[in-house]
């Protein structure tokens, strides 16, 4: 199985400040045959199912708001956001979906310093 | 609106079976895969299980296997999880996901199962 790692598992940013979590995969989830990375974040707020932020590493779901961006190739991975909102305090997941066994992350906290 | 509502969820005894059942609507659905994803209280997220359209592939996790059965009836746009020989690290909530090109794009507001004695 590809194990998924994120770091760190829990982070607090400043309203406003730059807040970035890391994702690495135990092997490539890069398709050349297509030429994208099998790697999606997810945000899930307590209560609440997850919802997809990011795919393909880098392609941001529609009406997700342009603070969120991803980013890396192969096995490492970025999320970024750029202007901590007081709204995103969430835990956030990545997940690879290059085999057809799917797994996720541990799950990195975000909170307001 | 893509909407997925699971239900069937509750109280077991260890060893013993539940059956949740996801009911979909707002989408073609024969023409996606869906899967189970689950979340022990306080924890992450783990994938559980994930079938075709037509059914003919469906896989599991290692967690899993052997216990849990997935299966879907396309001409009631539903979805099912069998899980037999509970145990106490069974106890999560378990949603059920749409599977887009672009990963779990939709999902359920989940069941919660407690497999407690």
């Known amino acids: 199985d590809i194990v998924m790692t994120q770091s760190p598992d829990s982070l607090a940013v400043s309203v406003g400040e730059r807040a970035t979590i890391n994702c690495k995969s135990s092997?490539?989830?890069?398709?050349?045959?297509?030429?994208?990375?099998?790697l999606s974040w997810y945000q899930q707020k307590p209560g609440q199912p997850p919802k997809l932020l990011i795919f393909?590493?880098?392609t941001r779901e529609s009406g997700v708001p342009d603070r969120f961006s991803g980013s890396g190739s192969g096995t490492d991975f970025t999320l970024t956001i750029s202007s901590l909102q007081a709204e995103d305090v969430a835990v956030y997941y990545c997940?690879?979906?290059?085999?057809?066994?799917?797994?996720f992350g541990q799950g990195t906290k975000l909170e307001i310093k | 609106e893509v909407l997925l509502v699971e239900s069937g969820g509750g109280l077991v005894k260890p060893g013993g079976s539940l059956r949740l059942l996801c009911v979909a609507s707002?989408?073609?659905?024969?023409?996606?895969?869906l899967s189970w994803v689950r979340q022990a209280p306080g924890k992450g997220l783990e994938w559980v299980s994930s079938?075709?359209?037509?059914?003919?592939?469906?896989y599991y996790a290692d967690s899993v296997k052997g216990r849990f059965t997935i299966s879907r009836d396309n001409a009631k746009n539903s979805l099912d999880l069998q899980m037999n020989s509970l145990r106490a690290e069974d106890t999560a909530v378990y949603y059920c996901?749409?599977?887009?090109?672009?990963?779990?794009?939709?999902w359920g507001q989940g069941t919660l199962v407690t497999v407690s004695s």
């Open positions: 996901a749409r599977i887009t090109v672009a990963g779990l794009r939709s």
């Open positions: 707002g989408f073609s659905f024969s023409n996606y895969s």
């Open positions: 079938i075709n359209g037509r059914s003919d592939y469906i």
């Open positions: 092997q490539s989830v890069f398709y050349s045959s297509n030429n994208r990375n099998y």
């Open positions: 393909w590493a880098s």
């Open positions: 997940q690879q979906f290059y085999s057809t066994l799917y797994t």
